[in-house]
């Protein structure tokens, strides 16, 4: 599917002069690099094209990344690829294979945390596969939409054969089910969560098909149990940290005004307006203080009277502060509880109250707002920084080869510089040798033009030192050869000497 479907598709859409980018991130020893990088090569070659390819091959293990850099397998490869890839790719020596070095110089090798670290941007290919199957749920979420924000428009996510792109579905348009290879269809930034942030729990209605729920949340329940069942007529609810609504117990005189059952709010905005701010302060000094909050004598108007409310917020007993019981009670007015703090806030102070909560809110929204553009900028920045690294290693990798190719041409240098030295001693031993002899000595070229001549020469032929070059034929001698021009083309054309 990849080989003949997905590659030469991707590669026909991306213009020559842009470069193929693809990003393995987790990529180990970088099996799955090269094999990218070598089906590219075969389908580049194929389709007649040519680009300049930048695979990303990261990973946290150093010792992994260097394995990657070397690109040194044992012979066991050799199970994996066929023999014609392997003599294709490879070099074979000492009981092991060599990448050749033009699939190395497609890969970018650097240290990256998945789960920690900016994405690299642009990328036309990214193949994560294997790895979010070691992840919980929330942790895969934010890898995905990591993954996503990497990708271009278009771009192709592949995953392992048991993973998939869960909630991120919209996102990703299925071009293979059974391999696990997505396209990317809308180019939206989707906001990386912080994981903590998320519920503790799942939350959402049980499964019949799979009515078990976590242990810590069943005893979290009993004790909920215990609790309501101390007081009358109540509402029972649990919450997180967050004042999220985990779960609601008992809600006899429907002060939520919600079902029974697993919900997912802000508890604080799901009780009356006379509650909200003795319930958020009860809560707040809960989580600070780590032990229960008594409010008592609330006034509460309900069926054309006035009730008074009594609220109790206890942290819950698992001791990680992460979870607090809420219980409500209304009731006629009575004595109040010798260890509860009364409520007196009139209708003036609950409104101005009321106010500074809306303003609290907005500037809180305008803080996340904020604090979500600058980490979007930066890990735009990072990823920058990322692609900057690695230009700067890719710089360095041609500077290095620029160095040796420029030793290699001073070695040839040097060589030729001892061949002419040699040539020309050997020239001159010729000259001396031949004005040595007193016999004259005439050398022609194919036209019959002058090159050289030895002193003696000029006693038959009419020729001074500035003939050089010169054509025979423009000169006189005194030989009693009157053919010697047509003697000589006769030479040069048979290359048979002629004697008389």
């Known amino acids: 599917m990849l080989e003949t479907r997905v590659l030469p598709q991707l590669l026909q859409q991306i ?23 070598m089906l590219v090569q075969e389908a580049l070659e194929k389709l007649q094209l040519s680009m300049t390819v930048k695979i990303f091959a990261t990973d946290l293990d150093s010792q992994a990344l260097h394995v990657v850099s070397q690109g040194i397998y044992p012979e066991s ?3 994996e690829l066929t023999p014609t890839r392997l003599q294709r790719h490879f070099e074979h020596s000492s009981g092991q294979y060599q990448v050749k070095p033009y699939l190395r110089e497609m890969l970018i090798v650097a240290p990256h945390d998945l789960t920690q670290n900016a ?12 790895v979010l199957i070691y992840m919980q749920p929330q942790l895969q979420q934010q890898v995905l939409r990591l993954l996503h924000f990497s990708l271009v428009h278009q771009g192709i996510l592949m995953l392992g054969s048991s993973e998939t792109v869960a ?116 809560l707040h000094r809960a989580r600070r203080e780590a032990k229960p909050v008594y409010y008592s004598n609330i006034t509460l108007p309900r069926q054309e009277q006035d009730w008074v409310a009594t609220l109790k917020v206890s942290p819950s007993k698992n001791g990680d502060g992460s979870q607090f019981i809420v219980i409500i009670e209304l009731d006629f007015p009575r004595d109040q509880n010798p260890d509860a703090l009364p409520s007196e806030l009139n209708s003036e102070t609950l409104q101005r ?6 303003e609290l809110q907005q500037t809180r929204e305008n803080l996340q707002a904020t604090l979500e553009e600058l980490g979007t900028s930066n890990e735009e ?53 031949l004005r040595s002899t007193r016999i004259g000595v005439l050398f022609l070229d194919n036209q019959l033009n002058i090159r050289k001549f030895t002193p003696a ?20 001698h005194n030989l009693e050869c009157p053919d010697l021009i047509e003697r000589l083309e006769q030479v040069v054309a048979t290359g048979h000497p002629i004697g008389k």
């Open 15 to 37: 213009p020559s002069q842009e470069p193929l980018r693809m990003w393995v991130p987790a990529c180990a020893t970088g099996e799955e690099a090269y094999t990218l990088a």
């Open 77 to 79: 490869i050799a199970e």
């Open 119 to 130: 994405a690299f941007s642009n990328m036309h290919l990214v193949s994560c596969r294997n």
């Open 167 to 282: 909630d991120l579905s919209g996102e990703f348009e299925a071009l293979e089910g059974k391999w696990k290879i997505y396209r990317k269809v809308r180019d939206v930034y989707l906001p990386i969560r912080s994981i903590s942030s998320q519920p503790i729990y799942n939350t959402s209605p049980p499964s019949n098909r799979n009515p078990s729920r976590p242990v810590q949340f069943d005893r979290l329940l009993g004790e909920i149990y215990q609790t309501c069942f101390d007081g009358k007529c109540l509402t029972c609810v649990l919450v997180n940290g967050s004042n999220q609504l985990l779960h609601t117990y008992a809600d006899s005189d429907q002060l939520l005004e919600l079902p029974l059952g697993d919900l997912q709010a802000n508890i604080t905005d799901l009780v009356p307006a006379q509650l909200k701010i003795p319930l958020g302060t009860a």
């Open 353 to 358: 109250i009321s106010e500074l909560e809306f």
């Open 381 to 433: 920045q990072q990823a920058i920084n990322e692609e900057l690294l690695a230009s700067n290693e890719e710089l360095q990798s041609t500077n290095e080869e620029l160095q040796s190719v420029n030793e290699e041409l001073q070695t040839l240098n040097t060589d030729y510089e001892a061949k002419i030295q040699e040539l020309t001693q050997l020239n001159s031993d010729i000259d001396n040798l």
């Open 457 to 476: 020469t000029t006693l038959a032929i009419n020729i001074i030192s500035t003939d050089t070059n010169r054509p025979l034929t423009d000169l006189t």
